[in-house]
């Protein structure tokens, strides 16, 4: 068992759960998971993922899985949409000027495309008109079930050498 505040290093392996894509991988740690599944990016280092126990650096789902396993240990987890990337939050459903945004933005709006918005945070754009483009600042995996594949590969007491990257997809929620 791992205790709240110990360090845990993992292999983690999400896909989706429901819907047409069910089974997909959208995210992992493990380069061999990766090449095998088509997702291998370059311009990513494919390691373990290292993270303080209990202190919401990954996805509570993740984090309640892994206070519950023994080194070496691999569970499947799935985890509904409070425990992972949270629910669709119409509010973070917007829609504005398409003039505006393209001005904005100093881009063409299309479907599809991602933007800012004047405080930071990062949407899509999901649907455009003449006037107007509906943009979602809602994580892409809210409201979707998933399900990880968690190796527990090492524990410890210590500092963690690393910081989970804000833009990882796993440790947080949007």
Partial sequence: MVEPGQIAIVHLTGRLVDGPEAGETFETTDVD???D?????????FKP?????GEGHVLPGIDEAVQEMSVGETRTVVLDPEDAYGRVDTDSIV???RTELERRSE???????LVESESGEIGW????????ATVDFNHEL???RVE????????????????VPENSGIGQRS
Avoid: M, P
Wanted: proline share 0%; glycine share 6%; aromatic share 6%.
């Fill in 33 to 35: 998971v990766a090449l």
């Fill in 37 to 45: 599944e088509g997702i291998y990016h370059d311009n990513r280092d």
């Fill in 49 to 53: 993922l290292e993270f303080r126990v």
């Fill in 95 to 97: 829609t504005v000027s």
């Fill in 107 to 113: 881009t063409t709006a299309e479907v599809e495309k």
């Fill in 125 to 132: 754009i999901v649907d455009l008109d003449e006037e107007t």
């Fill in 142 to 144: 809210a409201g979707e």
């Fill in 148 to 163: 990880f594949d968690i190796k527990l590969l090492e524990t410890h007491a210590s500092e963690t050498g690393q910081k």
